[in-house]
Structures are given as C-alpha cells and as structure tokens.
C-alpha cells in the first residue's frame, strides 16, 4: 500500500514493540501500521504473542520498549480509559461482560462512559444488536448468554465507542461453520459502516482468509511473515511454524 493512498488517514502504529514478562520476550520489537479502513489479520500459534500485542496496543500492557502512536502520536503512556477516549477500542477473549445487566446496558454502558446521553447511547445500541442479530437478546441478562453470542455483544460494545479502530480478540472461536459465516460478513462491514481500522486476531483461517486483505504473522513474539492471504499461506516459514505447534 502506498502511503500517498493512506496520507490523509488514521493510523495506529506499533513501533519496534517489544514486552518482556519475567524471562519471557512475549512480544519482540513488533513493527505494524493498521490504517484506517482496512482489516488486518494476526495469526499466530497458541502464545505467539497476539493478544499480548494487543493489550500493548490499547494500554492494557506498557510496552517495555518500543512505542504505540496513533496517527503519529505517542499514545503508549496513556491509560485504558484514555486510549479508549482516542478511538481504540478492542474486545476479549473472554467476554468480561457484565453478567446481572442486561444486553443493551452492557452496549449502553460503553458509549455512556465516554460522554453519549442515556437516549442516545440506548438507541445506538439497539442499532448495533439489530445489526448483529441479538436485538431479541436485548432485556436478557448477559450472564444467559451462550459464548458465541457473548462475543457478539463484546463486538457491539466496542463499536458502541464509535472508535477509529477496533481490535477483535479471536471473536469466532468456539462458533459454527454457519456462526463464523456470519461474523464474517459482520467484521467485513466494519469499516464501511463504521469508518474504522480492524484488527482481527483469528484461529479460524478460513475467517481470516476470507475477509483480510493483509495479514501479520507471529511465533514466539517476532514476526514471521507479513502479505496478502495467499502469500502467507504459502510461506514454508509459516506452515512450518504451525505444524511446529501442532
Ligand atoms: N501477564 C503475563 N505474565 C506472564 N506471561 C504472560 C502474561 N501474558 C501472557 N504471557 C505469556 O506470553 C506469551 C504470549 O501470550 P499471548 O499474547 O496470550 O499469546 P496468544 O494470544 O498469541 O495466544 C505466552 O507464553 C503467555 O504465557
Ligand atoms: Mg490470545
């Protein structure tokens, strides 16, 4: 991708991306550029380093060297709360939902945190679990939820911020052939309804292939390979790396 095409849009920026936990160099000098409406995949082995990278990326992890910038600005000192503030917004792996509540608040809450009205918030996610399907799951308690649907709503929350970008956290684990059809089609939508940059961590190669333009690869923190779904699925160096793990 040429940077003339992307000159005038967002950015968030790894730059030289390195955490160390004790002993461990979980992430190691990662370099990245998610632009605005694009999707992104990371692949990656079980403890490759994705989600890792991810924390580091929404300040859920302080990098131990290395920067995150959005469009150009350091960012990596600034708390969860504040990088959510700036735009980027992520789901979980597990999905950390708030179980007592219903649906809607659980969309709701998002968007009231960072400054809607209650009415507007309301509505706004309404149109986000219409969109996914769960406007009939709305008045339940989170905590009912089968684990696919939970992902659905972590999906709506993060959008319900309105962010520049998201990052998505293996959202069609454990889902269905059919399931993972439909979250397909949902993340592919990302950027043209929403305008936003998506970085979509997926086992599912299928889900991966089928709706990223450009993916990242990592093993044991580095990165191992980066290009296009078919580039990437040809590198001996990737499937080794997954045959390695296997
Ligand atoms: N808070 C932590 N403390 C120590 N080690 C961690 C921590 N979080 C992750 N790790 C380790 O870092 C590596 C990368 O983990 P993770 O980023 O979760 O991988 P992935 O998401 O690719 O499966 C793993 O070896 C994991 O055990
Ligand atoms: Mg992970």
Redesign the pocket.
């Known amino acids: 991708m040429s940077d003339t095409v992307n000159s005038n849009r967002q950015t968030l920026e790894a730059r030289q991306v390195s ?1 160390r ?2 002993g ?1 160099t ?2 190691d000098t990662v370099e990245e550029t998610l632009h605005q409406g694009e999707i992104l995949g990371l692949i ?12 580091a990326m929404t300040g859920f ?1 302080a990098p131990s060297s290395g920067d995150v910038l959005l469009s150009g600005k350091v960012i990596s000192k600034l708390t969860p709360h504040g990088i959510r503030r700036r735009g980027i917004a992520r789901t979980f ?1 597990a999905g950390r939902l708030f179980r007592e509540m219903p649906v809607s608040e659980n969309v709701e809450v998002a968007a009231v945190s960072l400054g809607y009205s209650r009415r507007k918030a309301h509505a706004h996610a309404m149109e986000l679990l219409n969109w996914l399907g769960l406007d009939d799951r709305a008045d339940v308690p989170a905590g009912i939820l089968p684990y696919t649907d939970e992902r659905r709503v972590g999906i709506a929350r993060a959008l319900a911020m309105r962010p520049q970008f998201v990052l998505l ?2 959202p069609a684990a454990g889902m269905s052939d059919l399931e993972c059809d439909d979250i397909m089609q949902v993340v592919r939508e990302i950027p043209e309804r929403f305008g936003c940059g998506v970085l979509l ?1 997926e086992h599912n190669m299928r889900v991966i292939m089928g709706v990223c333009a450009r993916i990242h690869v ?1 093993d ?2 580095k990165t191992i390979a980066r290009g296009t779904p078919t580039e990437v699925q040809n590198d001996p160096v990737v499937i080794n790396a997954y045959l390695g793990h296997s």
């Open positions: 955490v936990f004790e461990l979980a992430v990656g082995p079980n403890g490759a380093g994705k989600t890792t990278l991810v924390n992890q792996q956290d293996e961590i990592l044991s923190g």
